[in-house]
Protein backbone atom coordinates (compact mmCIF):
# COMPACT_ATOMS: atom_id res chain seq x y z
CA UNK A 1 0.00 0.00 0.00
CA UNK A 2 0.90 3.97 -1.01
CA UNK A 3 -0.17 6.35 1.86
CA UNK A 4 0.16 10.02 0.46
CA UNK A 5 0.00 12.67 3.27
CA UNK A 6 -2.85 15.01 3.39
CA UNK A 7 -2.93 16.91 6.09
CA UNK A 8 0.58 14.92 7.06
CA UNK A 9 1.75 11.80 6.25
CA UNK A 10 1.12 10.65 10.13
CA UNK A 11 -2.53 11.79 9.60
CA UNK A 12 -2.75 10.09 6.53
CA UNK A 13 -1.77 6.55 7.86
CA UNK A 14 -3.80 7.06 11.12
CA UNK A 15 -7.34 7.65 8.44
CA UNK A 16 -6.13 4.71 6.48
CA UNK A 17 -6.11 2.14 9.61
CA UNK A 18 -9.21 4.00 11.16
CA UNK A 19 -11.20 3.37 7.79
CA UNK A 20 -10.13 -0.29 7.46
CA UNK A 21 -11.30 -0.65 10.93
CA UNK A 22 -14.85 1.03 10.55
CA UNK A 23 -15.44 -0.70 7.23
CA UNK A 24 -14.66 -4.01 9.42
CA UNK A 25 -11.57 -5.31 7.94
CA UNK A 26 -9.78 -4.96 11.49
CA UNK A 27 -11.67 -6.22 14.45
CA UNK A 28 -10.62 -5.50 17.55
CA UNK A 29 -7.47 -8.13 19.00
CA UNK A 30 -6.85 -8.06 15.63
CA UNK A 31 -2.64 -7.75 15.18
CA UNK A 32 -1.73 -4.82 12.87
CA UNK A 33 1.77 -6.57 13.07
CA UNK A 34 5.25 -4.64 14.19
CA UNK A 35 6.11 -0.96 13.80
CA UNK A 36 9.01 -2.03 11.35
CA UNK A 37 6.07 -4.11 9.60
CA UNK A 38 3.94 -0.87 9.07
CA UNK A 39 6.65 1.12 7.56
CA UNK A 40 7.88 -1.68 5.00
CA UNK A 41 4.11 -1.94 3.67
CA UNK A 42 3.27 1.66 3.98
CA UNK A 43 6.40 2.45 2.28
CA UNK A 44 6.59 5.61 4.85
CA UNK A 45 9.58 6.73 7.31
CA UNK A 46 10.12 5.46 10.41
CA UNK A 47 9.62 8.25 12.17
CA UNK A 48 5.98 9.01 10.29
CA UNK A 49 5.42 5.69 11.40
CA UNK A 50 6.16 6.12 14.94
CA UNK A 51 3.55 9.36 15.19
CA UNK A 52 0.79 7.45 13.69
CA UNK A 53 0.96 5.22 16.33
CA UNK A 54 1.53 7.41 19.08
CA UNK A 55 -1.96 9.24 17.64
CA UNK A 56 -3.32 5.71 17.02
CA UNK A 57 -2.57 5.06 21.00
CA UNK A 58 -4.26 8.56 22.02
CA UNK A 59 -7.32 7.60 19.93
CA UNK A 60 -7.50 4.55 21.94
CA UNK A 61 -7.60 2.79 18.60
CA UNK A 62 -4.89 0.39 19.13
CA UNK A 63 -2.94 -0.69 21.83
CA UNK A 64 1.07 -2.00 22.03
CA UNK A 65 2.48 -5.18 23.15
CA UNK A 66 5.62 -6.11 24.16
CA UNK A 67 7.77 -8.88 24.07
CA UNK A 68 7.30 -12.35 21.61
CA UNK A 69 4.26 -12.08 19.89
CA UNK A 70 3.91 -8.62 20.50
CA UNK A 71 2.90 -5.53 18.09
CA UNK A 72 0.18 -3.23 17.46
CA UNK A 73 -3.27 -4.63 17.98
CA UNK A 74 -6.65 -2.90 17.18
CA UNK A 75 -8.16 -1.95 20.68
CA UNK A 76 -11.64 -3.35 22.21
CA UNK A 77 -13.56 -0.02 22.29
CA UNK A 78 -14.20 1.31 25.59
CA UNK A 79 -17.70 1.78 25.10
CA UNK A 80 -20.59 2.37 22.19
CA UNK A 81 -23.56 4.50 21.89
CA UNK A 82 -25.79 3.55 18.98
CA UNK A 83 -27.04 6.31 16.77
CA UNK A 84 -29.60 4.82 14.79
CA UNK A 85 -26.93 2.76 12.58
CA UNK A 86 -24.37 3.98 12.92
CA UNK A 87 -22.20 3.50 16.47
CA UNK A 88 -20.36 5.92 18.44
CA UNK A 89 -17.23 5.03 20.05
CA UNK A 90 -17.03 7.12 23.01
CA UNK A 91 -14.02 7.64 25.75
CA UNK A 92 -15.86 7.63 28.71
CA UNK A 93 -19.82 8.64 29.82
CA UNK A 94 -21.34 6.72 27.38
CA UNK A 95 -24.77 7.25 29.25
CA UNK A 96 -24.17 11.34 29.18
CA UNK A 97 -23.85 10.57 25.54
CA UNK A 98 -27.04 8.73 24.89
CA UNK A 99 -28.90 11.67 27.10
CA UNK A 100 -27.27 14.21 25.43
CA UNK A 101 -28.55 12.69 21.99
CA UNK A 102 -32.34 12.00 23.03
CA UNK A 103 -32.32 15.55 24.19
CA UNK A 104 -30.72 16.86 20.93
CA UNK A 105 -33.28 14.64 19.45
CA UNK A 106 -36.28 16.30 21.08
CA UNK A 107 -35.09 20.05 19.99
CA UNK A 108 -34.70 18.84 16.26
CA UNK A 109 -38.62 19.56 15.60
CA UNK A 110 -38.21 23.02 16.98
CA UNK A 111 -35.06 23.92 15.54
CA UNK A 112 -36.18 23.10 12.24
CA UNK A 113 -39.50 24.97 12.36
CA UNK A 114 -37.53 28.02 13.02
CA UNK A 115 -35.37 27.17 10.74
CA UNK A 116 -38.34 27.20 7.98
CA UNK A 117 -39.56 30.21 9.16
CA UNK A 118 -36.48 32.24 8.90
CA UNK A 119 -34.20 30.99 6.49
CA UNK A 120 -32.88 33.26 3.68
CA UNK A 121 -31.25 32.63 0.10
CA UNK A 122 -27.36 32.81 1.37
CA UNK A 123 -28.56 30.01 4.27
CA UNK A 124 -29.93 27.63 2.02
CA UNK A 125 -27.08 27.89 -0.44
CA UNK A 126 -24.99 27.15 2.33
CA UNK A 127 -26.60 24.44 3.83
CA UNK A 128 -27.00 22.76 0.26
CA UNK A 129 -23.42 23.24 0.17
CA UNK A 130 -22.95 21.14 3.40
CA UNK A 131 -25.16 18.58 2.15
CA UNK A 132 -23.35 17.89 -0.99
CA UNK A 133 -19.91 17.48 1.35
CA UNK A 134 -22.24 14.77 3.63
CA UNK A 135 -23.21 12.99 0.36
CA UNK A 136 -19.56 13.02 -1.07
CA UNK A 137 -18.49 11.24 1.93
CA UNK A 138 -20.91 8.48 1.49
CA UNK A 139 -19.00 5.27 2.23
CA UNK A 140 -16.74 6.82 5.17
CA UNK A 141 -19.35 6.37 8.45
CA UNK A 142 -16.90 8.91 10.19
CA UNK A 143 -16.52 11.61 7.60
CA UNK A 144 -20.27 11.13 7.06
CA UNK A 145 -21.26 11.61 10.38
CA UNK A 146 -19.17 14.39 10.71
CA UNK A 147 -20.68 15.93 7.66
CA UNK A 148 -24.19 15.85 8.83
CA UNK A 149 -22.81 17.39 11.94
CA UNK A 150 -21.91 20.52 10.61
CA UNK A 151 -24.98 20.66 8.45
CA UNK A 152 -27.51 20.20 11.54
CA UNK A 153 -24.95 22.93 13.17
CA UNK A 154 -25.74 25.55 9.87
CA UNK A 155 -29.41 24.57 10.18
CA UNK A 156 -29.08 25.90 14.03
CA UNK A 157 -27.10 28.68 13.49
CA UNK A 158 -30.82 30.02 11.29
CA UNK A 159 -32.14 30.08 14.65
CA UNK A 160 -32.86 33.43 16.27
CA UNK A 161 -34.01 32.10 19.24
CA UNK A 162 -30.14 32.20 21.08
CA UNK A 163 -31.47 30.07 24.31
CA UNK A 164 -32.39 27.20 21.66
CA UNK A 165 -29.04 27.75 19.68
CA UNK A 166 -26.65 27.95 22.87
CA UNK A 167 -28.32 24.51 24.22
CA UNK A 168 -28.36 22.70 20.82
CA UNK A 169 -24.59 23.49 20.28
CA UNK A 170 -23.81 22.86 23.81
CA UNK A 171 -25.51 19.24 23.40
CA UNK A 172 -23.86 18.35 20.02
CA UNK A 173 -20.27 19.77 21.64
CA UNK A 174 -20.37 17.37 24.15
CA UNK A 175 -21.36 14.26 21.77
CA UNK A 176 -18.43 14.94 19.46
CA UNK A 177 -16.08 15.87 22.28
CA UNK A 178 -16.53 12.41 24.04
CA UNK A 179 -17.08 10.36 20.40
CA UNK A 180 -13.59 8.97 19.25
CA UNK A 181 -14.86 7.08 16.32
CA UNK A 182 -17.72 6.91 14.26
CA UNK A 183 -18.37 2.90 12.24
CA UNK A 184 -21.67 1.43 10.81
CA UNK A 185 -23.53 -1.21 12.29
CA UNK A 186 -23.02 -4.45 11.29
CA UNK A 187 -26.66 -5.82 10.52
CA UNK A 188 -26.82 -2.28 7.60
CA UNK A 189 -25.51 -2.68 4.41
CA UNK A 190 -23.50 -0.28 3.43
CA UNK A 191 -25.13 1.40 0.28
CA UNK A 192 -28.77 0.94 2.13
CA UNK A 193 -27.16 2.67 5.16
CA UNK A 194 -25.83 5.94 3.54
CA UNK A 195 -28.54 6.24 0.60
CA UNK A 196 -30.94 6.44 3.46
CA UNK A 197 -29.68 8.89 5.90
CA UNK A 198 -28.80 11.14 2.44
CA UNK A 199 -32.72 10.77 2.09
CA UNK A 200 -33.56 11.60 5.32
CA UNK A 201 -31.52 14.89 5.00
CA UNK A 202 -32.06 15.65 1.62
CA UNK A 203 -36.32 15.63 2.51
CA UNK A 204 -35.08 18.17 5.68
CA UNK A 205 -33.76 20.20 4.05
CA UNK A 206 -36.32 20.47 1.12
CA UNK A 207 -38.79 21.14 4.16
CA UNK A 208 -36.79 23.72 5.39
CA UNK A 209 -36.65 25.21 2.14
CA UNK A 210 -40.30 25.49 1.53
CA UNK A 211 -40.55 27.59 4.29
CA UNK A 212 -43.73 25.20 5.63
CA UNK A 213 -42.94 25.08 9.39
CA UNK A 214 -45.07 21.97 9.78
CA UNK A 215 -43.66 20.13 7.05
CA UNK A 216 -40.58 20.80 8.69
CA UNK A 217 -40.94 19.74 11.61
CA UNK A 218 -42.39 16.38 10.13
CA UNK A 219 -39.00 16.03 8.53
CA UNK A 220 -37.40 16.57 11.39
CA UNK A 221 -39.60 14.32 13.77
CA UNK A 222 -38.93 11.68 10.39
CA UNK A 223 -35.26 12.04 11.02
CA UNK A 224 -35.26 10.93 14.36
CA UNK A 225 -37.14 8.09 14.41
CA UNK A 226 -35.27 6.78 11.09
Do not use: C
Amino acid sequence: MTIQGAPTRAESLVSFIQNRIAAGELKPGDKLGTRQQLQQESGLARGTVIEAVRLLQDRGVITVRPGPGGGLFVAEPSSIVRLGRTLLTVDDDPAGVADAIAVREELEPLVAELAARHRTSADLAELGRLLAVARDAAGDPEGFIRGVWNLHRRIVAIVPNQVLRATYLGLEEYIEHHATRASRSREADNAEYFAQRIAVHEELIRAIESGDPARARAAAVAHAQH
